[in-house]
């Protein structure tokens, strides 16, 4: 008896999982609203040195480089996203979760793009010759269309689709065309419950009638570019008439106005839908800054729909924080299913910077961000860095994150020459640093 109790509280000891390793307070904290999707505490830990890693100073993303940026191991990594079971889809439920969590109910614009990247050879699934807008030619490439999420002049990643060219199908797939993708994502973002003011897209989705009939359904407004030659169906004797300019001040998120022109066009009698021409120069009309916009807005908008439709702009700022920042093309993976990991993974690094911005961090629309308090949820360590960032971008808060983990990644960087050296006393130099720094915690908006 004696002995098999013995064995049995071995056991106890032995299938009581470990606490997963630490990194840095405010990774470990975002990360921690994950940890039921991952069945065991390494795939967990890898989980975690990933977001670590996205986040970091490292320019390109590749496994290897941020397995040695944060100390971890680049196959254990790459079996994570090729082999692991967890799941993609509950992974993204939770992070659409955390961001209704953050947006408690707040009306958001919706931006409607795609994204295109070029790829060599034919071997990475839905890889082929296609339009590649981000050269601006055809080319051989992977692309996926969009939903972003725009709030003040904050943006965060809401969901993605993979375009499937028709060359490229599997078996039982089914072809659809990336206007009806977008519609499938406004399908899914509605039945999710955001709360959509707005949705803007450029003239690829302007002029595709299932994106539009789509929009009506979910009786959302939007405000969508149309192509200069856009046709209208009038009834005869109608005529098309374009009303006198006016100007307004088209204003940038870095508090820069420039002045344009906008008038509108109606076809025979104005209705729901309207029509409009925005220009910079009345005279000219140069090809390049003059812009065809269809909207459903209601009233006098011609002060401000200029400026509704210039949020899209910030669908390509999002792409170049993804891409540029977050490393969305660095992957090096054939089989879709882990590209579409990989980007999630990126799309969660995202989320999770953006979540820290004052914006988003407000619980409503009409509460005026407090500078002092804002301060005060950082300790003076970190603000009187001479390299923190004061401002209250995106871009600014990813900055301040970068150097809150920099001890740590410093010391990934220079354990291997510490074992080599033994210098065992600047190990441990490093090693306090880091816990000074950790030390003070600093909790995220979640």
Same mark, same amino acid.
């Given at each position: ?133 981000? =050269? ?86 939007? =405000? ?223």
């Amino acid at each position: 008896m004696i002995a098999a109790s013995l064995l049995l509280e071995g056991f106890a000891v032995m299938t009581t999982p470990r606490k997963p390793n630490s990194t840095v307070p405010f990774v470990d904290q975002y990360c921690s609203t994950y940890q039921h999707l991952f069945a065991d505490v390494r795939t967990f830990e890898c989980f975690k040195s990933l977001q670590l890693g996205l986040v970091s100073e490292v320019k390109r993303k590749t496994l290897p480089a941020i397995a040695r940026a944060v100390g971890a191991d680049a196959q254990a990594f790459h079996h994570f996203l090729v082999h692991s079971p967890w799941s993609v889809e509950c992974f993204r439920e939770q992070r659409i979760a955390l961001t209704k969590q953050a947006l408690n109910g707040r009306s958001i614009t919706v931006c409607i793009d795609e994204t295109g990247d070029k790829k060599k050879g034919k071997k990475t699934d839905y890889v082929s010759r296609q339009y590649i807008g981000n =050269v601006g030619k055809i080319d051989n490439g992977i692309v996926s269309v969009h939903a972003f999420g725009l709030l003040g002049n904050i943006t965060f990643p809401l969901l993605f689709r993979v375009f499937k060219p028709e060359c490229r199908l599997a078996k039982n797939e089914q072809h659809k065309s990336k206007p009806k993708i977008a519609a499938d994502l406004i399908d899914e973002l509605c039945e999710q419950g955001f709360n959509i003011g707005l949705v803007v897209a450029d003239s690829h989705y302007g002029e595709s009638s299932d994106f539009i009939n789509t929009l009506w359904k979910h009786r959302l407004h939007y =405000v969508v570019a149309i192509r200069s030659n856009h046709g209208v169906w009038m009834l005869k004797g109608w005529v098309v008439r374009r009303n006198r300019w006016k100007s307004f001040e088209r204003q940038f998120s870095n508090g820069k106005t420039e002045t344009r022109y906008i008038r509108e066009i109606i076809f025979g009698k104005r209705k729901a839908t309207r029509y409009y021409e925005i220009t910079t120069d009345i005279e000219k009309q140069p090809e390049e800054s003059t812009w065809y916009i269809m909207t459903n807005l209601p009233g006098k908008i011609e002060k401000t729909v200029g400026n509704l439709f210039g949020d899209r702009t910030w669908v390509e700022y999002g792409f170049r924080q993804v891409k540029a920042e977050l490393g969305w093309t660095d992957y090096k993976l054939t089989a879709y299913r882990g590209i579409e990991k990989w980007w999630e993974m990126v799309c969660s690094a995202y989320l999770m910077v953006s979540m820290q911005t004052t914006t988003m961090g407000e619980e409503s629309e009409e509460e005026v961000p407090d500078k002092a308090s804002e301060s005060q949820r950082y300790p003076a360590m970190y603000t009187t860095h001479k390299w923190w960032d004061e401002k209250q971008g995106w871009k600014a808060i990813l900055n301040n994150m970068r150097l809150m983990i920099q001890p740590f990644v410093c010391l990934s960087l220079l354990l291997p020459w510490l074992e080599v050296t033994q210098l065992n006393d600047l190990g441990k130099v490093l090693q306090n640093l880091i816990d000074k720094v950790n030390g003070f915690a600093v909790f995220l908006r979640l």
